[in-house]
């Protein structure tokens, strides 16, 4: 048994340095690039031979094939997950989960980007290898595109009672699966406006972003991700987003290159659009609903906007690479998000929508939490469902196009 | 005889660190990113390599023109302000420092001991829109309340002069220790003058020129600039510049000048991290494109292209230079 992952260890090392140059040259890049709020270094455990079923301290509930496995390897977003309140070092559900299964879940907010962070794991999974992770959460349109490759494992939905039981409606129309059983939501956010109205007057509409108007010219700021400005802009232009054609990102792509030309446009950025909200030198910029929410200690004054015309809408998903070790157990892990008790003590640590039932009612029935029953951003209300828009999977030869469209936006 | 073909070895022994350091860290990756640059394909299908993807040269470079011309100028810019600011430092420091010579070459050194990132993070801060320098010069009605250098050219070649101004400084002042003064002082027996009349015209030229040219290039306001450069320039002309400064002194303090200006222009060529976070889509450089080609959009043969050029013109610009003022 040693010996066998002796020599897995000296394959997938030999491959990494073979294979995996360029993915290596792009983390070091990464490393001391832009990466500056990113506490977590990758998996620091190395892979075990325990695969699902091997060992187990809590019989899981009856008809649940799997037992928990030790430990667990997940890869995550910052800021996605309920933070202990005992102890900031450590995550509550993740606790629990131990507490229950006995499993040490290795948990590391390792994705700040889709693209990068699959290309790191895409040698091990093409050369059929431990990925290193059991659970990534990844976008709508990159499960799309990992689900084309079969690059994702089936989930065996006996494994995950609550998960099919406790699905929000909503999310069952994706086309890229249909049958459910290769993604389960993880969370939803919004991509609209966040603003300080004691600047800008108040806004309603998207068509602010590329008027000027002097009291935001050269303090307005895009999004660095394609899908939400290329969206935001093409809804401004009355567009339809969840069918973007080439033409229309030519379209929405010539609007934002104007509004550079104008002067209205201070940076395109990634996160780091909340530091100019905060200090003020942005009034007025593309913004991601939880980051806005976070910003209320630093940056009283800033507002989120949800636009006449709507949002963009996304949800980041859970998924199993091919090839993961602990299968079984990342399928518990993801159902265990999915009952509502624990659901609900997720949302309360962040401020997204929860794609889990019942979560709202639990809220209402508290006394605490009383008041996220009626946040609008963890529960758009229901005449605001028709404005949350999703931009359409794109196929990767129009893809390519857009991003090399977009790049133009960023200035690269 | 064993004895001497021992001793032929040592020279080998005694690179062979060095050399396999080279080879492993830098050659190696190297020829892969060379190898990269010829390759077609994308991450998800696959790379295969062909001598026939040389197109993947003209196919990168074309639509980023303006980033290399944007580049060269601010790379360039800041080697002269940097040489500007560096030069009557390191004479000051070599020539008059005396027994504070030691702190003041720490103190030059000194921004170094925090991260090159913090440090240009923290610009960010100094120069923020009502931000400590800006604000209160806003508030008199110094400036206009739509003034800003952030995310504009000015705060990329800002930074980058800041960030490389000990590597100008140090070469240039070793070298300008090692002038022997005797030298300055039998140039002065033999009447090289005090220039005053000539210093500070050419003071007051220099400054004039090189912010009327920055201005230009920038597209900055020309009169303010100008006329302030200019009144520095003949200052410092004037109480700088003699006769036996511009015959000996400087003629021997060329290496380090020389030195210098490659250390500043080589790292800022490549340089993205200004431009990242103090400049905007309108200033972003050469390094700009080749990270997010790298990592944003996974293009590694496009990334690998223009990491080549840049390289190569890096190269030849460093020959013209050293048959002009090589040592």
């Known amino acids: 048994m040693t010996e066998n992952v002796d020599l897995q260890l000296l394959i997938s090392r030999?491959?990494?340095?073979?294979?995996?140059?360029?993915?290596?040259?792009?983390?070091?890049?990464?490393?001391?690039?832009?990466?500056?709020?990113?506490?977590?270094?990758?998996?620091?455990?190395?892979?075990?031979?325990?695969g699902p079923g091997a060992t187990g301290t809590a019989a899981p509930s009856v008809g649940v094939e799997a037992t928990a496995s030790a430990e667990l390897n997940w890869a995550n977003w910052c800021c996605y997950l309920d933070v202990d309140p005992n102890d900031d070092t450590k995550w509550k559900t993740l606790e629990d989960f131990q507490a229950a299964m006995g499993t040490v879940v290795n948990y590391q907010e390792v994705i700040d980007e889709n693209e990068g962070f699959v290309a790191s794991i895409s040698n091990q999974i093409t050369a059929g290898q431990d990925p290193g992770w059991d659970i990534i959460?990844?976008?709508?349109?990159?499960?799309?595109?990992?689900?084309?490759?079969?690059?994702?494992?089936?989930?065996n939905l006996n494994n995950m009672p609550n998960y099919v039981a406790n699905v929000e409606d909503v999310y069952k129309q994706q086309t890229f699966d249909a049958a459910m059983d290769h993604h389960a939501p993880w969370q939803t956010g919004m991509t609209g406006i966040g603003y300080d109205p004691t600047k800008t007057g108040e806004l309603t509409s998207l068509k602010s972003l590329f008027e000027?108007?002097?009291?935001?010219?050269?303090?307005?700021?895009?999004?660095?991700?394609?899908?939400?400005?290329?969206?935001?802009?093409?809804?401004?232009?009355?567009?339809?987003?969840?069918?973007?054609?080439?033409?229309?990102?030519?379209?929405?792509?010539?609007?934002?290159?104007?509004?550079?030309?104008?002067?209205?446009?201070?940076?395109?950025?990634?996160?780091?659009?909340?530091?100019?909200?905060?200090?003020?030198?942005?009034v007025l910029c593309m913004a991601w609903s939880g980051d806005v929410v976070g910003l209320v200690g630093d940056a009283p004054n800033v507002k989120f906007l949800f636009p006449d015309e709507g949002v963009m809408f996304w949800t980041d998903n859970a998924v199993i690479p091919k090839g993961a070790v602990h299968k079984g157990t990342?399928?518990?892990?993801?159902?265990?998000?999915?009952?509502?008790?624990?659901?609900?003590?997720?949302?309360a640590g962040i401020s997204y929508v929860t794609p889990v039932k019942g979560v709202k009612e639990i809220y209402q029935a508290s006394t605490d939490d009383k008041a996220l029953a009626d946040d609008p951003l963890r529960f758009p209300p229901a005449e605001l469902q028709p404005k949350l828009i999703q931009f359409g999977i794109l196929n990767e030869e129009d893809e390519k196009y857009f991003n090399e469209q977009f790049a133009k936006v960023i200035g690269v | 005889m064993l004895q001497q073909r021992r001793?032929?070895?040592?020279?080998?022994?005694?690179?062979?660190?060095?050399?396999?350091?080279?080879?492993?860290?830098?050659?190696?990756?190297?020829?892969?990113?060379?190898?990269?640059?010829?390759w077609s394909g994308s991450v998800e299908q696959g790379y295969t390599f062909s001598l026939s993807n040389w197109t993947n040269y003209p196919n990168a470079i074309e639509p980023v023109l303006p980033h290399v011309g944007r580049s060269l100028l601010y790379s360039a810019t800041a080697t002269?302000?940097?040489?500007?600011?560096?030069?009557?430092?390191?004479?000051?420091?070599?020539?008059?420092?005396?027994?504070?010579?030691?702190?003041?070459?720490?103190?030059?050194?000194?921004?170094?001991?925090?991260?090159?990132?913090?440090?240009?993070?923290?610009w960010k801060i100094l120069l923020s829109d009502s931000g400590v320098i800006?604000?209160?010069?806003?508030?008199?009605?110094?400036?206009?309340?739509?003034?800003?250098?952030?995310?504009?050219?000015?705060?990329?070649?800002?930074?980058?002069?800041?960030?490389?101004?000990?590597?100008?400084?140090?070469p240039i002042y070793v070298a300008l220790e090692k002038v022997d003064f005797r030298l300055v002082e039998a140039a002065r027996d033999l009447y090289a003058g005090p220039w005053r009349r000539q210093g500070t015209l050419v003071g007051a030229i220099v400054g004039g020129v090189l912010a009327a040219g920055l201005a230009l290039?920038?597209?900055?306001?020309?009169?303010?600039?100008?006329?302030?450069?200019?009144?520095?320039?003949?200052?410092i002309g004037r109480y700088l510049v003699s006769e036996a400064f511009v015959r000996v002194t400087f003629p021997l303090s060329l290496p380090g000048v020389f030195a210098g200006s490659l250390l500043t222009f080589i790292p800022a060529m490549g340089d993205y991290v200004n431009a990242e976070f103090l400049g905007n889509p309108e200033s972003r450089m050469l390094g700009n494109v080749i990270q997010n080609r790298f990592l944003t959009q996974n293009d590694f043969p496009e990334a690998s292209a223009p990491s080549f050029i840049l390289m190569g013109g890096i190269l030849i610009i460093v020959i013209i230079y050293t048959r002009l003022l090589g040592t």
């Open chain 2, 7 to 38: 001793r032929a070895l040592i020279p080998y022994v005694l690179l062979a660190p060095g050399l396999l350091w080279l080879l492993f860290f830098f050659a190696w990756p190297l020829v892969q990113v060379f190898l990269a640059s010829f």
């Open chain 1, 14 to 50: 030999r491959r990494f340095l073979a294979g995996s140059a360029m993915a290596g040259f792009a983390a070091f890049l990464a490393a001391c690039g832009t990466s500056g709020t990113n506490q977590s270094t990758g998996p620091t455990n190395p892979p075990t031979t325990e």
């Open chain 1, 330 to 347: 990342a399928e518990l892990m993801i159902d265990w998000c999915y009952v509502p008790e624990h659901a609900a003590q997720i949302e």
């Open chain 1, 137 to 155: 959460v990844v976008t709508d349109w990159m499960v799309a595109r990992l689900v084309r490759l079969g690059w994702v494992e089936q989930l």
């Open chain 2, 217 to 235: 290039a920038f597209d900055w306001s020309l009169v303010v600039p100008t006329i302030g450069a200019a009144l520095i320039g003949a200052v």
């Open chain 1, 212 to 282: 000027v108007n002097p009291k935001w010219k050269g303090k307005t700021e895009f999004l660095t991700e394609m899908r939400d400005a290329i969206g935001l802009t093409m809804l401004a232009a009355g567009l339809d987003p969840t069918k973007p054609t080439r033409a229309d990102a030519d379209t929405a792509v010539q609007m934002m290159l104007k509004a550079r030309s104008d002067g209205i446009v201070r940076d395109v950025k990634g996160n780091a659009y909340t530091e100019d909200l905060t200090s003020g030198d942005a």
């Open chain 2, 80 to 122: 002269v302000l940097t040489l500007l600011i560096a030069y009557p430092l390191a004479y000051t420091i070599a020539m008059r420092g005396g027994r504070a010579k030691n702190l003041l070459l720490f103190l030059v050194v000194a921004p170094f001991f925090t991260s090159f990132l913090l440090r240009t993070l923290s």
């Open chain 2, 134 to 170: 800006f604000g209160p010069l806003k508030a008199i009605g110094l400036l206009p309340d739509d003034f800003r250098v952030l995310a504009t050219p000015m705060a990329v070649v800002a930074g980058i002069t800041y960030n490389f101004l000990p590597f100008m400084t140090l």
